[in-house]
């Protein structure tokens, strides 16, 4: 799957953000706010958001 498909494209919708936020928040032991799928609307974007809302940093796949 391409990082940078919409999560839109593949079917989410407002209660599939929602029961994701909820997995993420009760697998990672986090809070996010309620948009935050929705700020982040591919799976390239919501790992920068959970890694900057978790403090990580996240590595450069192309080594840059």
Do not use: N
């Not at 974007?45 to 990580?56: H, I, N, P, Q, S």
């Amino acid at each position: 799957m391409d990082a940078q498909t919409p999560l839109r494209s593949l079917g989410f919708d407002s209660l599939l953000s929602l029961e994701l936020r909820t997995r993420l928040e009760a697998g990672l032991d986090i809070r996010i706010t309620p948009r935050f799928v929705y700020e982040h609307p591919t799976l390239a974007a919501l790992a920068e958001g959970l890694a900057d809302v978790m403090g990580l940093p996240l590595e450069d796949p192309g080594g840059a």
